[in-house]
């Protein structure tokens, strides 16, 4: 089973920044694709970015610029740098990874999910 734990979010007004982490089981985090999430009241669960086991990473468009991932595979750690934050960014932001790459983008075959970070941005 793996454990998923987010932090670093809260209540920002619009132009400010967040750094989101997730701490994930050590025994995959190394191999593992990783991705962060986000679920705004009323909607499904979106692909925010991903990242590879080699740093390769990709955004949404709405984010792109703004928003940046890492990951530290000797700390298990995954990040999003949120920069110049739109109350449209408002969500519970949450972290998951895979194996494979593109099964990041197909949130809806997740069975785990961490209980994610709320992420508030005022106009």
């Known amino acids: 089973q793996v454990q998923l734990v987010e932090s670093g979010g809260g209540l920002v007004q619009s132009g400010e920044s967040l750094r989101l982490s997730c701490v994930t089981s050590?025994?995959?985090?190394?191999?593992?694709?990783m991705g962060w999430y986000r679920q705004a009241p009323g909607k499904e669960r979106e692909v925010v970015a991903t990242?590879?086991?080699?740093?390769?990473?990709r955004y949404t468009e709405s984010v792109k610029g703004r928003f940046t991932i890492s990951r530290d595979n000797a700390k298990n750690t995954l990040y999003l740098q949120m920069d110049s934050l739109k109350p449209e960014d408002t969500a519970v932001y949450y972290c998951?990874?895979?194996?494979?790459?593109?099964?990041?983008?197909?949130?809806?075959?997740?069975?785990?999910w961490g209980q994610g970070t709320q992420v508030t941005v005022s106009s």
């Open positions: 998951n990874s895979h194996l494979i790459l593109t099964q990041l983008y197909r949130p809806e075959g997740f069975l785990s």
């Open positions: 990242i590879t086991n080699s740093g390769s990473a």
């Open positions: 050590g025994s995959i985090f190394s191999i593992n694709a």
